[in-house]
């Protein structure tokens, strides 16, 4: 049990998980937060961010995608795809993006996640809270497993594996719901003028973009955040 007395610190994770980088940004700042464990409660939340808000239904090839949008050819695709198989399989994290490796449209998962966000308290270490673990469940979905993610099946399959509600889930990816939710948060992050993901935000003030190495994290709340409760 965190220590009352612990120093809080407010973490808010703009992402996709359609982003490579941003399931390594989280392993990479779990690092930190092992750090300072002990001398800082974390309370982490997640938010929307579709790198590809018009991604169809059926979603797109990803190595025909990656080409497409960074305007790089096949052999470029592959070592950029090793490069980043390889740093998360360092972190622990396996990629098995085979032949048939889909991007996903990615609107619905950030549906359940805002559903499971606004079923924590708001006093509740999140870190370890039902959002986070639907959210580390998606990105191996698609990442590890293959699946389709923005299929409502696997999906609440998904939530299930957390201990969500199924039925619940269910019912929320048949109709609307929670949709509104999202639209405005990502307008919101929008404005804050976060146009890539991961995006860290400590303490609702200092922003650190992408998926940084442990050392850039631990510089920041070592300087901006313990100093200033020393």
């Not at 085979?98 to 509740?124: C, I, K, V, Y």
Request: glycine share 8%.
């Amino acid at each position: 049990m965190t220590d009352p007395r612990t120093p809080r610190l407010s973490v808010d994770i703009v992402s996709d998980v359609m982003c490579p980088w941003c399931i390594i940004g989280w392993l990479k700042f779990q690092k930190v937060m092992a750090h300072f464990a002990g001398r800082l409660d974390f309370r982490v939340q997640w938010h929307p961010f579709e790198l590809n808000p018009d991604m169809p239904a059926e979603g797109e090839d990803a190595a025909s995608h990656v080409m497409r949008k960074y305007g790089i050819d096949a052999e470029q695709s592959r070592a950029n795809s090793g490069k980043m198989a390889g740093v998360a399989a360092d972190l622990g994290f396996p990629f098995n993006r085979g032949p048939d490796f889909r991007m996903r449209n990615s609107f619905d998962a950030h549906r359940l996640l805002t559903w499971a966000g606004a079923l924590e308290e708001p006093e509740q270490a999140a870190v370890t809270g039902v959002q986070t673990a639907l959210k580390l469940a998606l990105f191996a979905a698609h990442f590890t497993d293959n699946r389709d993610v923005s299929d409502h099946d696997v999906l609440a399959d998904v939530a299930a594996s957390v201990g969500l509600d199924r039925g619940r889930a269910a019912a929320i990816l048949a109709s609307g719901e929670f949709g509104e939710m999202v639209r405005t948060e990502e307008a919101y992050w929008a404005d804050q003028n976060i146009t890539g993901v991961p995006a860290f935000i400590l303490g609702g003030r200092m922003l650190i973009p992408g998926a940084q190495d442990p050392e850039v994290f631990i510089r920041v709340i070592e300087t901006k955040v313990l100093a200033a409760v020393a």
